[in-house]
Each structure stands twice: as C-alpha cells, then as structure tokens.
C-alpha cells in the first residue's frame, strides 16, 4: 500500500508535468498577466493544452520511443546511462519553448522567466547526472517551490482569489507556500520509498530546481 502510493505521488508530480503546474498557478494567482479575467477562458486553456503537450506529452512520446526501440530498459530509467537521451531531448523542447515565448508579447515575461528556469535546472541535471544520479523529481519540486517564492516576491500578493462552483474563494499566498512545501518532502519521501534515489540525490536536485529559477530572474529582470 505504501509503495502504490509513493508510485502515485511520483506520478502525479512527474517532473515533466511541473511547467503545466507552474502555469496553471500563476494564472490562477493573476490571470490579468495573460490578458484573461479568469483560467476558465478560452485561451488560458489554450495555453495550458500548448504547454501541457509541448512539456509533457510530446516529451514523454519521445521517451517512450526510447523504450520501444530498446534504448532505454524502463521508463523508471533507473541507471544515470538511460537518462541521458531523456535529458538531452527534454532539453531542446523547452529550449525551444523557451525561444518562442521570449518573442510573444501576449506571453508575461513571469512565466518565461520560469520556463526558462525549468530549461536552467535540466541542464544542469544533465550534467550532475555524469556524476551522480540526481533525483529530477526533486529538480521539479524544487522549481515549483521556487517558482511560488519568486511570485510572492514579484507581486507582493496576500491572497488571491478563484471562483469556484461555490462562488469566490480567497486563498493566502503562505497557504501555498506551505503546501509546496509539503509537497516537495511527500515527493522526497516517495522517492526514498521507492529505494529510487538516496537523500543526497534529493537534496542536490532541490537545491538545483530552487536556483535555477532564481538564476532565470536575474536573466529576464
């Protein structure tokens, strides 16, 4: 029971599914940036269908033919040797994502600036993945932690507010900071439970996917 349920935590937070999770918030968060009223627009799900097959689906096809094709033993990829093609082809899909966005004046210079800390933090999981077998899950987290930092800081925000079947909700900035918080050791314990990685492996990919996206500030503001 334990182990399905670090299997489900690994799943749902799936490092590649993090950029559609930092899109989805920051929208949430001010949609106005998008120039929408509210994520239930007809473009904003646009956007988070773009992002979410750009960053995820189409990515994940690639690995899958990876395994297909015998290039890769699993899709746990559990040797630092098989994550090497996963990393390199990631890599150049968000680049390239990032390289389109960067021209789009309907895109917020915010969430480029965090595609772009997401490309940072692959790259450099590439390469600390010569050496150790970094744990991307913790690069992914540590982005999303990151990234909900950085927002508080830009924009100063206490709350924010969604509409909901309900009516509005008000939900507190520190709420969300603390559930990413929870989030990104859930995911750790998954991953320990999982005997996928060692605390050192989570703990450098924290520390990357976190400065990673500081790094991408300093770049884009």
Same mark, same amino acid.
């Given at each position: 029971?334990?182990?399905?349920?670090?299997?489900?935590?690994s799943?749902?937070f799936?490092?590649?599914?993090?950029?559609t999770?930092?899109?989805?918030?920051?929208m949430l968060v /001010?949609?106005?940036l998008f120039? #929408? /009223? /509210?994520i239930?627009?007809?473009? $904003?799900k646009?956007?988070i269908?773009?992002?979410?097959?750009?960053?995820?689906f189409?990515?994940?096809?690639? #690995?899958?033919?990876?395994?297909?094709?015998?290039m890769?033993r $699993?899709?746990q990829?559990?040797?630092?040797?098989e994550r090497?093609?996963?990393? #390199?082809?990631?890599g150049i899909l968000?680049?390239?994502?990032?390289? /389109?966005?960067?021209?789009?004046?309907s895109?917020?210079?915010?969430?480029?600036?965090?595609?772009l800390g997401?490309?940072i933090?692959?790259?450099?999981?590439?390469?600390i993945?010569i050496? $150790?077998?970094i $744990?991307?899950?913790?690069?992914?987290?540590?982005g999303?932690l990151?990234?909900?930092?950085?927002?508080?800081?830009?924009?100063s925000?206490?709350?924010?507010t969604?509409?909901?079947p309900r009516?509005?909700?008000?939900?507190?900035?520190?709420? #969300?900071?603390?559930?990413?918080i929870?989030v990104?050791?859930l995911?750790?314990?998954?991953?320990?439970?999982?005997?996928?990685?060692?605390?050192?492996d989570l703990?450098?990919?924290?520390?990357v996917?976190?400065?990673?996206q500081?790094?991408?500030?300093r770049?884009?503001?």
């Amino acid at each position: 029971m334990l182990r399905l349920l670090a299997q489900l935590i690994s799943i749902i937070f799936h490092p590649l599914l993090i950029v559609t999770y930092m899109l989805v918030l920051l929208m949430l968060v /001010n949609p106005y940036l998008f120039g #929408v /009223n /509210n994520i239930g627009d007809q473009s $904003s799900k646009l956007l988070i269908l773009q992002i979410f097959l750009s960053t995820f689906f189409i990515p994940g096809v690639a #690995v899958a033919m990876l395994r297909f094709t015998g290039m890769i033993r $699993s899709f746990q990829m559990e040797s630092k040797q098989e994550r090497i093609g996963p990393y #390199v082809i990631t890599g150049i899909l968000y680049l390239w994502m990032f390289r /389109n966005f960067l021209d789009n004046p309907s895109i917020p210079t915010a969430f480029t600036s965090f595609l772009l800390g997401a490309t940072i933090a692959l790259f450099f999981a590439f390469f600390i993945n010569i050496f $150790s077998k970094i $744990s991307a899950h913790a690069v992914g987290v540590g982005g999303l932690l990151g990234m909900v930092v950085i927002t508080m800081l830009l924009f100063s925000y206490d709350t924010f507010t969604i509409l909901s079947p309900r009516g509005t909700m008000e939900i507190s900035m520190s709420t #969300v900071l603390l559930i990413t918080i929870l989030v990104a050791g859930l995911v750790g314990t998954a991953r320990l439970a999982l005997q996928a990685h060692e605390p050192m492996d989570l703990y450098g990919g924290y520390l990357v996917g976190f400065a990673s996206q500081f790094m991408a500030l300093r770049f884009l503001f």
